[in-house]
């Protein structure tokens, strides 16, 4: 199941870039679409200012970030008193699988053509879909999607 459901995550993410999402919205509406489609679409706004690596900055990559999220809404928590360790260790994991995968975490070092052309959108594209395979085959193989025993 990881390989399929981790290829259709690639493509719907993929997707979602060519109608024209920015990378943070086009992960978290594939994880938002596949995982919890019971998620408010609202949620999709909080990515919007993520894109290009925090408003352009160039800094962390809005496809990461977004990642990073959807593990948030799946497990993170809704009071102080919960422990949090090791959904920071998710969260540092999937980071580390991000950069194994790309070099960088940091959209300046990930694509160093201008935004807005051709060039540009072909490399975040393939880094929007790879991004997205990454988180689902990493949620599914520590047994983090929904409806996955913990055992």
């Keep these: 199941?990881?390989?399929?459901?981790?290829?259709?995550?690639r493509n719907k993410?993929?997707?979602?870039?060519?109608?024209?999402?920015?990378?943070?919205e086009s992960v978290l509406l594939t994880g938002r679409e596949l995982l919890a489609p019971d998620w408010d679409l609202q949620i999709i706004k909080m990515a919007t200012p993520l894109g290009g690596g925090i408003g352009r900055a160039g800094c962390v990559c809005g496809a990461l970030n977004a990642s990073i999220m959807v593990l948030g809404m799946l497990h993170g928590r809704t009071d102080c008193?919960?422990?949090?360790?090791?959904?920071?260790?998710?969260a540092r994991k999937i980071y580390e699988l991000f950069v194994q995968n790309f070099g960088s975490p940091c959209c300046s070092k990930l694509n160093f053509n201008e935004f807005d052309n051709e060039a540009h959108y072909r490399r975040c594209?393939?880094?929007?879909?790879?991004?997205?395979?990454?988180?689902?085959?990493?949620?599914?193989?520590?047994?983090?999607?929904p409806g996955q025993s913990e055992d």
């Excluded at 990454?134 to 599914?140: G, K």
């Design 1 to 9: 199941m990881s390989l399929n459901l981790a290829l259709e995550a």
């Design 13 to 24: 993410a993929g997707d979602y870039y060519r109608q024209g999402f920015n990378c943070a």
């Design 81 to 90: 008193k919960t422990e949090r360790r090791e959904i920071g260790q998710h």
């Design 125 to 145: 594209l393939k880094i929007v879909g790879g991004t997205a395979k990454i988180l689902f085959e990493y949620l599914e193989s520590q047994n983090l999607l």
